[in-house]
């Protein structure tokens, strides 16, 4: 399963990522971060297509995809 | 996301998508949902896709983007109000091996720097400008500027612009693109990832059009300032969809490249 990874400094609350997501992964998660902002947390199917990350202005976001048949 | 407790075999996953090295990990001072920082990105990773970044110069401008150079690891100059171009030629002129951009808001490039952008982009000199629309004075508080919708309030328009007090917005990129020595003018919008994935050649373009030598590179980006539109950052998108690109509409204007067919 992909997946990212919220770089929860770097996060700004802006909640762009939560706009572009199409499986709908992205969530407030209520807790904030030293800057004062709320940050966004994962859960759900990422199909790892970046596009939260695109969006990003923070580059806060990295994602990982999986490679069928290799082995971990 | 192990599945160690299942049957089926654990996969591997590649990294696909991360903070490239021309762009520093400082955190910026931009508000939340600007665009500046996508704008920023899609520099970085045009130059660090080239592999010119160690020979970048960055001619930084004055506004929100008056920062610029703490987030880039290039090495930089940071210009008078307006003057981003003007500095840049000297800059080329001096160092012809260096890559030499400017980014610049639309206070700066279309209101007090427009002599000093037009003249440098006739000229036909081999810098990049990156200019970014946002239809405000960002950094001073949300001031109408040459770029502003007819009708958009701000704290100088306050019952809207209106043309025949202040005129039009101007479209920066049409009157580029009149100019012979621009090689590459194009506008593209930083609303949505398909405009955003657009933009991201539109840049690279603008850095192969001086790297080739053919003249002056342009690309304007239109991004949202949410502060001082009084809009959360979402809201803020769908109005550069939907008020926007009917008035500056997206496209390339001019791609000399392509018209000598080495596209």
């Avoid at chain 1, 919220?6 to 971060?33: D, M, Q, Y």
């Avoid at chain 2, 981003?84 to 000297?90: D, Y």
Wanted: net charge positive.
């Amino acid at each position: 399963m992909s997946r990212i990874q919220i770089l929860e400094e770097r996060c700004k609350g802006c909640r762009l990522c939560v706009e572009a997501c199409p499986t709908g992964v992205l969530r407030p998660s209520g807790r904030f971060n030293h800057q004062g902002y709320e940050v966004m947390e994962a859960d759900g199917q990422c199909v790892g297509c970046a596009s939260c990350a695109v969006m990003c202005p923070d580059t806060a976001i990295r994602v990982f995809k999986s490679v069928k048949g290799a082995a971990a | 996301m192990t599945s160690a407790k299942k049957s089926v075999p654990p996969r591997a996953e590649k990294l696909v998508f991360d903070v490239n090295p021309v762009l520093n990990e400082r955190p910026t001072h931009y508000c939340p949902g600007c665009h500046h920082g996508i704008a920023h990105r899609l520099v970085s990773e045009a130059l660090h896709e080239l592999g010119v970044a160690d020979r970048t110069i960055l001619v930084a401008s004055v506004g929100c983007a008056a920062f610029t150079y703490d987030y880039f690891n290039v090495d930089s100059v940071e210009a008078p109000h307006g003057r981003a171009c003007a500095v840049a030629t000297g800059v080329r002129r001096a160092r012809p091996g260096a890559v030499v951009f400017t980014y610049q808001g639309d206070g700066d490039m279309a209101a007090i720097g427009t002599a000093e952008s037009l003249h440098a982009a006739n000229r036909g000199e081999k810098i990049t400008a990156v200019f970014i629309n946002n239809t405000v004075y960002g950094m001073t508080g949300g001031q109408m500027a040459p770029t502003t919708l007819l009708g958009q309030k701000t704290t100088t328009s306050r019952r809207g612009r209106d043309f025949d007090n202040e005129g039009g917005p101007i479209r920066l990129t049409e009157i580029m693109a009149q100019l012979q020595g621009v090689a590459y003018a194009a506008r593209c919008a930083l609303d949505s990832v398909k405009h955003v994935k657009e933009a991201k050649k539109a840049v690279r373009r603008a850095f192969d059009a001086q790297i080739a030598g053919l003249g002056f590179g342009f690309v304007e980006l239109l991004s949202s300032c949410p502060t001082n539109w009084h809009m959360d950052p979402v809201a803020a998108n769908r109005h550069i969809a939907e008020e926007m690109i009917p008035v500056f509409p997206l496209g390339v204007f001019r791609d000399v490249m392509k018209e000598k067919g080495n596209a």
